[in-house]
């Protein structure tokens, strides 16, 4: 008995740690206040509220950012993705998103991009849309 409440102890807190540890990530994209910061309230990561969804970009130290977008409403679209860095936009191929979904793309902008300003980008049939500059 002892050695099957300690098993599903060890259970539990293996799953409680999963969950502690990607909420930010998943809470972060969830929320995104006036200024254009998430709930990390991190200059690497920015985002702005569209009428039906939110835009996310992410720096991380790997010299990577990565663009997200969560669509809460309306009907499904075909956006692209991609970031703004040193005057050059560059995107991903199309996705479609319907609401209730997210896309996501992963960017390389080069050696030593880290803390530099960037944008997250969203692009599709009616608009393009920008975050706040992420930085360091």
Not at 6 to 28: D, E, N, Q, R, W
Request: net charge positive.
């Amino acid at each position: 008995m002892r050695t099957k409440t300690s098993a599903t102890l060890i259970a539990c807190a293996l799953a409680a740690g999963s969950v502690m540890f990607s909420a930010p990530v998943a809470s972060a994209a969830a929320y995104c206040d006036s200024s254009g910061y998430t709930a990390t309230n991190e200059p690497m990561s920015r985002c702005t509220t569209l009428s039906n969804g939110i835009l996310y970009a992410h720096q991380s130290s790997n010299d990577k950012i990565s663009t997200q977008y969560s669509k809460t409403g309306g009907s499904s679209v075909s956006v692209r993705l991609g970031y703004t860095y040193r005057g050059s936009t560059h995107y991903s191929s199309y996705s479609s998103i319907g609401s209730g979904q997210t896309v996501a793309k992963q960017f390389s902008p080069g050696s030593g991009s880290y803390c530099q300003s960037m944008t997250g980008v969203l692009n599709y049939s009616g608009g393009t849309f920008q975050t706040p500059s992420t930085h360091c």
